[in-house]
């Protein structure tokens, strides 16, 4: 699921929380934020997902009352012989806990509960990657409740959550990546600011694989040109450096050179320290980023549509066909495990036959 709708029913949900549930949710966001330092999209997510778990479990923002204490089988409630709900499962019966005003509605927060609300989230559609997360969410919330003493035990820890496919990421081929370069410099040429500006963000952008919402959070001050790197702060509050080649180097020159003192005289105000400038002076928006790299790729006859990630997927998968070792890779994207790096091998593996028909005596 997802989209405005599904933001506009989170809100909806949120609204209609118990006050004191809804000041948990506050308390817990903060402590992402702020504590444990997660990135904005990450922050939002967690939140969206335990703002449908409260909802679930207070009923909050449904029609009908959520029904809780049900005893499941393969994730679903289970029926008597009857064919009707059990009438009562440990201390509780089902829809006992109603939109009760106060935390302790979380005391109907165990594992039956958990996998119940993961159920509900299956039948309205959910894939396995998107439970998956929200399974880690419910793992990180229960956790947090345990320790700061709203819950006695924590429920996620038995929690298993289902697999998640991994899905191989698109990349362009070395020739296509080089044909949206080569777009891009054209376009510079005509010494537009906005040229300038979207050029200098492609070959930054793959040059060094980095995410878009640190993209968009350098400044000026976070580029090393003479030891050609670039300073990012990534996932967590973590700073890392990572080094770009010379064609960035130039995109970049030219764009500080002429195209943003050009961007920032014509708006009057623009933000002072930021690299990368929206049309109105502010620092540039992640989604206008997103169009640039949609339409640069686009511009190129068969190349896979894409966005920022994609790109950055794309720098992973060739450096990895360069010669790069993983923990090298690891290190420059900011993976916090080598299991993330990781599936960028699958997509080296007819890299890989090449090197083996070429090199080992027996390959043939």
Known sequence: MGGSKDRADLRRVREALPPSVADLLTRYERH?????????????????????????????????????????????????????EPPEVGNRRPGECGAQDGPEVLAGLDITALRAWLADQRARGAGRTTLARRSAAARTFTAWAKRVGVLESDPGARLVAPRAHRVLPTVLAPAEAAEVMRASASGAAEADPQGLRDHA??????????????????DVADVDFAARVVRVLGKGGK??????????????????GAGRPALF???????????????????????????????????????????PHGLRHTAATHLLEGGADLRSVQELLGHATLATTQLYTHVT???LKAIHDRAHPRAR
Do not use: N
């Open 32 to 84: 992402l934020r702020l504590e444990r330092g997660l990135s904005e999209h990450t922050v939002l997510a967690y939140v969206g997902d335990m703002t449908s778990l409260l909802g679930f479990l207070t009923g909050a923002g449904d029609d009908e009352p959520t029904r809780l204490g049900v005893a499941l089988k393969d994730g679903f409630p289970a029926l008597d012989s009857a064919g009707q």
């Open 201 to 218: 963000i492609l070959e930054l952008l793959y040059a060094t694989g980095v995410r878009v919402s640190e993209l968009c959070g350098l």
């Open 239 to 256: 700073e890392r450096v990572v080094p770009f080649g010379i064609p960035a180097e130039t995109a970049l020159k030219v764009w500080l």
């Open 265 to 307: 005289s014509a708006v009057g105000k623009a933000d002072p320290v930021a690299l990368f400038l929206g049309i109105r002076g502010r620092r540039i928006d992640p989604r206008a980023v997103r169009r640039i790299v949609h339409d640069a790729v686009g511009s190129v006859p068969g190349a896979a549509d894409m966005g």
């Open 349 to 351: 593996v007819e890299w």
